[in-house]
């Protein structure tokens, strides 16, 4: 799967077992959801030096749904079509419906890939209880809801 971005000399490839501290590096710096890490599912962009900057997943859910999750990017990477490259080999390997959950600040991005926000009751009941535990978790700490869910079809 290794293929490089002319554009910013990047290659993917499938984690191994000796990433996993990596990916849990990656997603602590960047401040995303640290559950349902299995190196397994992942996909890494790694740097000409070698260094891996980046990391994706599709998570499968036990009610049969699938998210495209842990999309993230060192901060020293990002704005050079890293992300892109990440969600393009994942959609590629992924077809089918997909849903995502993310800050109302990266709706646009994840529409250039045809996701949607929708209603909750089109949610499947992963993320209805999802939903529901930020709504109640915004609510203690005075947060307006901070979380959208998307789908691709």
Known sequence: MDQINPANGCTL??????DASTIRHIIS????NPMGLDWRRFILAVAPSGKVIGCGQVKPHADG???LAS???LPGWRGKGIA???IENLLKQHPGRLYLTCQPSLEPLYQK???QVIPREEMPP????LIRLVALFNIFIRQPNLL???RRD
């Open 71 to 73: 999309i993230a990017v």
């Open 65 to 67: 749904s699938s998210e």
């Open 113 to 115: 890939f045809g996701f």
């Open 29 to 32: 710096k960047v401040n995303i």
């Open 84 to 86: 892109r490259q990440i």
């Open 126 to 129: 992963y993320f209805q209880r």
């Open 148 to 150: 959208l869910v998307m």
């Open 13 to 18: 490839r499938p984690a191994t077992q000796g």
